[in-house]
């Protein structure tokens, strides 16, 4: 076989070549600590080692996006705590409040730094997380979500949503509350249902000349109403002007207006026996909240069996309790105070019609008003006692007319005196928001009066405000405890991804890492192969035939 020289000359090169190639790579290897340099290296770890990476960047973006899901509950979190404290300071100045021994300017003390609580309340409402976005707000992280139109009078403008943070790739984790499921959605009363001073039907008149105390029916849509009120008519213009004493400004109505009943204040006024001629005359009245006149204060009431009482009310039903005085049988020089429990919801069927015996004050009642005659099947059936339960349901020796063997599984009770035609409201309970609750109870205070019906009905408005108190911290508590709940799963969701990321570096790591002792031993073998490609090419490449021709 004939070798040319060029031939042992081009084989002698290739071989150094690919030792050198071979001897680069290794090195390379060694120097970044890596197996796969390009993915012809090893096409299927490579695709394999890509897919992990990047699963790896995307985990750490989750870890991080945990870390500021934990950031912004634990501030929430901060915020709710601060809010709760708030809350039991205005229950303790709200208990304090009801000292009978303190004066009308103590109790405006009290008022004052209630005030100072309600503005704090707002503010913590109105938290900002660290990205300037609001804590309260749902969906709309942007928008302040609660706005004072007055005081106790705040509109919430975000929306019900709760904006989230992925943590996972099937999992993501709320970050903000809807401001109205944390301040609004506060059920008033019990929960269930809600006492309260009861509401006349129909206005009160007031004859030119009157003076002195005038109960006057409320508008449920007006506030609290307790004040000192003028009237002031001018016959020449026709108009009329009701101003309250401690503030508030003056409303203006027309002559129809005050003689139809107009509302002003939440309260409505009717006026007869009007002035003749131009001249302006005026007339000065104390109003209260109601037309409950004594001294009588209802608790908030229990629903002693829950599925009886959503039975009887599913259609939301509304009921008052009625007192009548009446003349002892026993010893006629005294009088018995009786009671009775009306349906008063004008959605039925038996609207003000009594549950215990079945009398239909709407259509049975004598043009004089009903009265407790020798006889009277009708007579008001359940004799009052101070302190005692007030149940709904049927009592031994009664005959229920309208439900027989009514129970309706809820029971109140009444401490005090009650004048005769005195009513206590029971209705179900509704939202009242935080605010609204401390704005009730601050114009009660402004409002009180040092004598016993008024004292009667602060306490009546101190056991409301109470309530409604006990029932926002119940609703915040719950919203804390969904937060702990977040937290923990964001701590779990966390120590998983960790882990994902030590799985995944280690599987990336044995794709990937180099040998190093293999690494080494390949490259002391490929450096003696390209010293001995070296030194065989430098012996090969003298031989030639010239040499000995020479």
Do not use: C
């Not at 000359?9 to 290739?14: E, I, K, M, R, S």
């Not at 401001?179 to 249902?193: C, E, L, P, Q, S």
């Not at 114009?443 to 408005?461: D, K, P, R």
């Amino acid at each position: 076989m004939r070798v040319a020289t060029s031939t042992i000359f081009n084989l002698g090169v290739f071989n150094m070549n690919n030792r050198s190639v071979d001897l680069f790579k290794l090195q390379n290897q060694l120097s970044t600590g890596r197996s796969i340099l390009t993915p012809s290296d090893d096409p299927v770890a490579s695709a394999r080692a890509l897919d992990l990476t990047q699963a790896t960047r995307l985990n750490g973006q989750y870890i991080d996006n945990v870390k500021y899901a934990n950031d912004t509950l634990a501030l929430t979190e901060n915020n709710l705590q601060q809010t709760v404290e708030t809350i039991q300071d205005i229950q303790q100045l709200a208990v304090q409040s009801g000292n009978p021994a303190l004066t009308n300017s103590e109790k405006r003390i009290i008022e004052a730094d209630i005030r100072g609580k309600y503005q704090s309340l707002l503010g913590l409402a109105n938290t900002t997380d660290g990205n300037g976005m609001y804590l309260f707000s749902g969906f709309k992280g942007d928008t302040k979500p609660f706005n004072e139109k007055a005081f106790g009078d705040v509109s919430y403008d975000g929306d019900q949503g709760q904006r989230a943070v992925q943590i996972s790739p099937s999992r993501q984790i709320p970050v903000s509350n809807s401001g109205a499921d944390v301040f609004v959605k506060i059920r008033n009363g019990n929960g269930t249902f809600a006492t309260s001073l009861g509401k006349p039907d129909l206005p009160r008149t007031i004859n030119v000349g009157d003076s002195g105390p005038i109960q006057f029916s409320r508008d449920p849509a007006g506030g609290f109403v307790q004040s000192d009120y003028r009237v002031d008519w001018d016959a020449g213009t026709g108009n009329y002007t009701i101003t309250r004493a401690n503030g508030g400004g003056a409303v203006v109505f027309s002559h129809a207006a005050l003689l139809a009943g107009a509302n002003a204040f939440g309260m409505r006024i009717q006026a007869q026996g009007l002035p003749p001629g131009t001249a302006t005359a005026s007339i000065s009245f104390d109003a209260t909240l109601s037309n409950n006149r004594g001294t009588s204060v209802v608790s908030p009431g229990v629903v002693t069996d829950p599925v009886k009482w959503a039975a009887a009310n599913s259609n939301n039903e509304r009921y008052r309790v009625q007192f009548h005085s009446v003349v002892n049988p026993t010893d006629p020089t005294t009088n018995l105070t009786k009671y009775d429990i009306i349906d008063n919801d004008t959605a039925s069927a038996n609207y003000n019609r009594s549950l215990i015996d079945g009398y239909n004050y709407t259509t049975d009642v004598p043009a004089g008003g009903r009265t407790d005659t020798a006889g009277n099947p009708n007579s008001f059936p359940r004799t009052y006692t101070s302190g005692t339960d007030i149940v709904f349901g049927q009592q031994i020796g009664e005959v229920a007319a309208l439900y027989p063997g009514w129970d309706f599984g809820g029971k109140l009770s009444v401490d005090g005196t009650p004048k005769d035609g005195d009513s206590f409201s029971l209705e179900p309970s509704k939202d009242h928001d935080l605010f609204s609750t401390i704005g009730d109870f601050s114009a009660a205070l402004t409002g009180y009066a040092n004598n016993e019906v008024s004292g009667a009905i602060f306490q009546n408005q101190l056991n409301t405000t109470l309530s409604n108190l006990d029932n926002a911290l119940s609703r915040i508590l719950s919203v804390q405890a969904g937060l702990g709940s977040r937290q923990k799963e964001g701590e779990s969701v966390q120590n998983t991804n960790e882990d994902l990321n030590v799985q995944y570096k280690s599987t990336i790591s044995k794709l990937t890492d180099l040998d190093y002792a293999q690494a080494i031993s390949d490259f002391t073998q490929t450096q003696t192969y390209l010293d001995a490609a070296r030194k065989s090419f430098s012996s090969v490449q003298n031989l030639s035939l010239f040499q000995y021709i020479s």
